[in-house]
């Protein structure tokens, strides 16, 4: 299977010599083609460059040609956090915050993260496939070719690997590269509220075994926040995790300055999260380190949070990610196109600094730069063609449209759409 695109009106995020991460004022950089060609065989990018030097074609065999005039194409967004096994919704909850109620007062009620741990308790392993697998096609339909998902909703042994299980067999039915999280210590469960050193204990001495055995999770990811779980918990729990073979991540600074980015940065963590409450401290500390830090713009828009200061970060010489954090509670949306507007319009980064973001940063806080996040010869060839548009700034600009028309995921045209 070949695939020859033609008469591309900018091919985006080229690479001649593959980076694993794009940093501080680099990150203003995009290299495009204009009127440029773009071949795929089988799973692979094996050539690009720009039509007026291009060779024509030698070999006709199994190939597909896509006439791209007017129109755009990128490589897919990597998404390196969502939460997107879960039962059910919780639009009642964003009732009650409409009418003043805050996250955390939902969460001490009983609410939240508790609320749908509740849910996934009664689904079985079928429902939460079906319905994750229609949220993994909504993303792969807006451009989304890479993405992570967190366990976190089961909070008990047998709930907890039901998730990562799930999470395995998405792998397996879903053509996007899949990267599996887990995050046991998402919240204490309410039988746990006044023991938690117990919980954090069957995490380390039961859960992890049990997903190690069964190679069930990539990472290891900790809530660290007031009332979920301290800098010294979260620190304990990821390096019992790295000992299982997850590396870190982090859930940090989201709703108050809780040490979740000095803890990151002290296990080794490939990414901590968030970052709603980051201050001089926490960017020194990630300035000589491999952490990537992410921002999950759609978390802080869905829940009016203060900003994650992205500028000043991208100032001070960071990479920045973003992601969408695609959950019930906090963002229910994984569409990496209006994270790319918010980027733009809330955080005033430009759209060459989103794109970096949310492309090859992304990728990388998921392990995926060497194969995933620019258009690159021998990378993996997960593309999008968009509507006939002006340019790739036109796709934050033009907040809420639907502008992509073809999906190439893994050298397939991706075909089906609902
Ligand atoms: O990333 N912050 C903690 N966890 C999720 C929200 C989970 C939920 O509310 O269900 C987040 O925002
Ligand atoms: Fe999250």
Known sequence: MKILIKNIKQLVQTEALPRIKVT????????????????????????FGRME??????????????????KIVMPCYCDSHTHIVYAGSREGEFVDRINGLTYEQIFERGGGILNSAKKLEEANEEELIESALKRLNEIMWQGTGAVEIKSGYGLRIEAELKMLRVIKKLKAL???????TFLGAHAVPAEYKNDKQTYIDIIINEMMPKIAAEQLADYCDVFC????????????????????????????????????????VEVGAISVDHLEFVGDKEIDALRNSKTMPTILPGAAFFLSLP?????????????LAVASDYNPGSSPSGNMNFMLSLCCVQYKMTP???INATTINSAYAMDLSKTHGSICVGKQANVFITKEISSY??????????LIETVIISGKIVTGRQ
């Open 352 to 354: 060459e600094e989103a």
């Open 307 to 319: 900003l994650p200061p992205a500028r000043k970060m991208m100032d001070a010489g960071l990479a």
């Open 225 to 264: 926040e007031e009332n979920y779980f301290t800098k010294e918990e979260a620190i304990k729990i990821l390096i019992a995790g790295k000992k299982h073979g997850m590396t870190p991540k982090v859930h940090a600074e989201q709703l108050s300055n809780s040490g979740g980015v000095l803890a990151g």
């Open 24 to 47: 501080g004022a680099e990150m203003k950089n995009i290299t495009s083609i204009s009127d440029a060609w773009l071949a795929i065989e089988e799973d692979k990018i094996v050539g």
């Open 53 to 70: 030097d291009w060779e024509g074609i030698s070999d006709w065999t199994n190939l597909t040609i896509i006439d791209a005039s007017d």
């Open 174 to 180: 879903s053509p996007l590269t899949i990267k599996a």
């Open 393 to 402: 700034a036109y796709i934050p600009y033009s907040f809420g449209s639907n």
